[in-house]
């Protein structure tokens, strides 16, 4: 069964960018959308954005001007840059797969990584 | 943006009584062009991620119990659970995604009373 897991650094200073890898296994990245979703700490979930195999993007608006994401599908590899961070972003950052273009509801999910924006 | 409001924030149920969660969109999430409605519900327990139960409003995805059930249309959803169980004891999130970006409920938090 396909598993995803977060990667990346806990603590990044505000103003920096955040990197975050998700790897997936189990399964091939090659026909699936992938999305990036954040929950700040008791806090409800943001959709961040989705790509898919062939590169192209979709991002939520609130974030788009600081989010690039990537696909590396030679490493079954995710990766996620939100840049000019603050503490408003400091959350755990989850990976998940949706099915389809059309098909927008994520199984399964990573573990999540917390990242802490802090100096 | 397409709004989700649920409501109560938080219920506590008896174990074996019913749980019922609602879910209410800003417009309509439902296409006419094939029936469906982009609804679906997650299961968060603490520490972990959230967990897929119900797509297209009311199809129960595999392996879940099915005292977990869907229902709605348009702009009005429910997730009901019929007989809680103490392994039910979870933040119950809803989300569209009729267009983007899609969007989440803020959560309902179901506790044994």
């Known amino acids: 069964q396909v598993q995803l897991q977060e990667s990346g650094p806990g603590l990044v200073k505000p103003s920096e960018t955040l990197s975050l890898t998700c790897t997936v296994s189990?399964?091939?990245?090659?026909?699936?959308?992938w999305t990036w979703i954040r929950q700040p700490a008791g806090k409800g979930l943001e959709w961040i954005g989705r790509?898919?195999?062939?590169?192209?993007?979709n991002y939520n608006p609130s974030l788009k001007s600081r989010v690039t994401m990537s696909i590396d599908t030679s490493k079954n590899q995710l990766s996620l840059r939100l840049s000019s961070v603050t503490a408003a972003d400091t959350a755990v950052y989850y990976c998940?797969?949706?099915?389809?273009?059309?098909?927008?509801?994520?199984?399964?999910w990573g573990q999540g990584t917390l990242v802490t924006v802090s100096s | 943006d397409i709004v989700m409001t649920q409501s109560p924030d938080s219920l506590a149920v008896s174990l074996g009584e019913r749980a019922t969660i609602n879910c209410k969109s800003s417009?309509?999430?439902?296409?006419?062009?094939?029936?469906?409605?982009?609804l679906t519900w997650y299961q968060q327990k603490p520490g972990q991620p959230p967990k897929l139960l119900i797509y297209?409003?009311?199809t129960r995805e595999s392996g879940v119990p099915d005292r977990f059930s869907g229902s709605g249309s348009g702009t009005h959803f429910t997730l009901t659970i019929s007989s809680l169980q103490a392994e039910d004891v979870a933040v119950y999130y809803c989300?569209?995604?009729?267009?983007?970006?899609?969007?989440f409920g803020q959560g309902t938090k179901v506790e044994l009373k």
């Open positions: 297209w409003a009311s």
């Open positions: 989300q569209q995604y009729y267009s983007t970006p899609w969007t």
């Open positions: 998940a797969r949706a099915v389809a273009a059309a098909l927008n509801w994520f199984d399964p």
């Open positions: 790509i898919y195999a062939g590169g192209s993007t």
């Open positions: 417009q309509s999430v439902f296409y006419s062009s094939n029936n469906k409605n982009y």
């Open positions: 189990g399964g091939s990245i090659s026909t699936y959308y």
